[in-house]
């Protein structure tokens, strides 16, 4: 863990360490730059360093998407939302002037809490490249300033250990502060660390209810979610089990999902129980859903929520988490939304954002490599 904190205090906390622009030619550090990006994003992203002794942004590419890389430091590559960049240039120039540590930190909060520089908004994605073994490879991480745990239904335990293995899942560190985040390592990547699980778990012998709904979740949260099933003829409500957490798992359904989620959406399910069983389409019930959040009936979830899917058969993604954005734009998080679906059936999908701009938008995190996930093509 100390490892990994100290690769993302780089980014929070520590001074920017900017490379001689001539140290090497510039279309190799733009290259070398955009790594973190997935394909679709590089070509278009901006590329820039910054002067050790002044703290000047120097761009090296002018890019034209909305987001922007900066020059490697030693052996790591940070790529960001260009809508966060005044953050990042502020932040330079106090670093400059031989701010840091925790002086650096406390300037950049009381600038933020005066409405100098305004803060990172809630789901803004960075991207991280890091070049050595004894360290994830490829990381990216959500911003989710102030947030809990207990009120997105994230896991807070560290997968350090899984993710230099090359299996681990995503998790939450410094809960509850405004640099809390998502850490989201990417298995299964020519950039990722090398491994992955030996073997696949066979699911579907696994014939007690309780503990096939559980399944998509971390380990952590399994043992104190509350486990549900419903009626399908009434759509009427059945618990299984009373959890003790802030999670609610129910058992696979007539299309073959497991899902879990945090137990505020407990409402949408029942009411989606509810058309399902009267028969309404798949796209009855969501229009019903929708008009039922703009009506108040049933509550919107919290941004950042977490949901939590596993599917068993190889057409689809087999174990995939989506964060919730509701109403967020790719362009202000700086997140993809080129359709990472052919590289997750094989095995090997980057997260990528759907409906942006939407009440529905949310942020798709296949997860490879491990005993639940899609096999590696």
Known sequence: ??????????????????????????????????????????????????????????????????????????????????????????????AAKGKSGEELQAAMAAATEAGTIEPNPLGSMMYRVYGKDDRIGLVWAVWLPDATSEHLGMSTASQRDNSLAGKGLPWMMREGTPRAHLMIPINATKLSTKGGASTRMDTKAIHDPVAHAVLPLPEDLRAGATVVTYDSKTGARKVLRKGTNMIECQTRDADGFTSCGHKAFAPRSDLRAKLRAAGKSREEVQAALDAAR????????????????????????KL???????????????????????????????????????PNAHLMIPINATELSNPRQ
Request: hydrophobic share 35%.
């Open 1 to 94: 863990m100390k490892s990994l904190v100290s690769v993302i205090a780089f980014v929070l906390m520590s001074p920017f360490v900017a490379q001689p622009v001539g140290a090497q030619p510039v279309e190799e550090q733009i290259a070398q730059a955009v790594m973190p990006l997935p394909v679709d994003l590089r070509a278009d992203a901006t590329v820039y360093t910054y002067d050790a002794d002044t703290g000047e942004r120097q761009v090296l590419r002018k890019g034209t998407n909305h987001v922007e890389c900066k020059t490697r430091d030693e052996d790591t590559t940070w790529c960001y939302p260009t809508a966060t960049s005044a953050r990042r240039d502020f932040r330079a120039k106090l």
């Open 294 to 317: 703009e009506a108040g009936t049933i509550a919107s979830p919290p941004s950042g929520s977490m949901f939590y899917r596993l599917y068993e058969e190889d057409d689809r993604i």
């Open 320 to 358: 995939l988490w989506v964060m919730l954005l509701p109403n967020a734009t790719s362009e202000e998080l700086g997140m993809p939304t080129g359709s990472q679906r052919d590289n997750s059936l094989a095995g090997k999908g980057r997260p990528w954002m759907m409906r942006p701009g939407t």
